[in-house]
Nanobody
């Protein structure tokens, strides 16, 4: 079973770039068995899909965030990362990484990490 763990700074200043890393165990990020995504949830609101990276490194982004979002990976560490530039206080959210299993449709979630954008 895939397990995911998000890591990153809890506090980021406005206009800076937010970077989070998701460490994966129990499955390889280079396999086509999963899609690897970043999701966020504003306080009191629903989940927002931000983007994903797939087995060959191809990335897909939410149109509303595409200009500020980049997802990269380190296959040697079995990690994938989110980079969100020019952050504002509106980017204060809980950020999750997840894995969608392509055959079963199951989704595995990290525990989430709170990020606050404040000066």
């Amino acid at each position: 079973q895939v397990q995911l763990q998000e890591l990153g700074p809890g506090l980021v200043k406005p206009s800076q770039t937010l970077s989070l890393t998701c460490t994966v165990s129990g499955g390889s990020i280079t396999t086509s068995d999963y899609y690897w995504s970043w999701i966020r949830q504003p306080p009191g609101k629903g989940l927002e899909w931000m983007g994903r990276i797939v087995y060959d490194g191809t990335t897909y982004y939410s149109p509303s965030l595409e200009s500020r979002t980049s997802i990269s990976r380190d296959t040697s560490k079995n990690q994938f990362s989110l980079h969100l530039s020019s952050v504002t206080p509106e980017d204060t959210d809980v950020y999750y990484c997840n894995a969608d299993e392509t055959i079963s449709g199951w989704t595995y979630w990290g525990q989430g990490t709170q990020v606050t954008v404040s000066s």
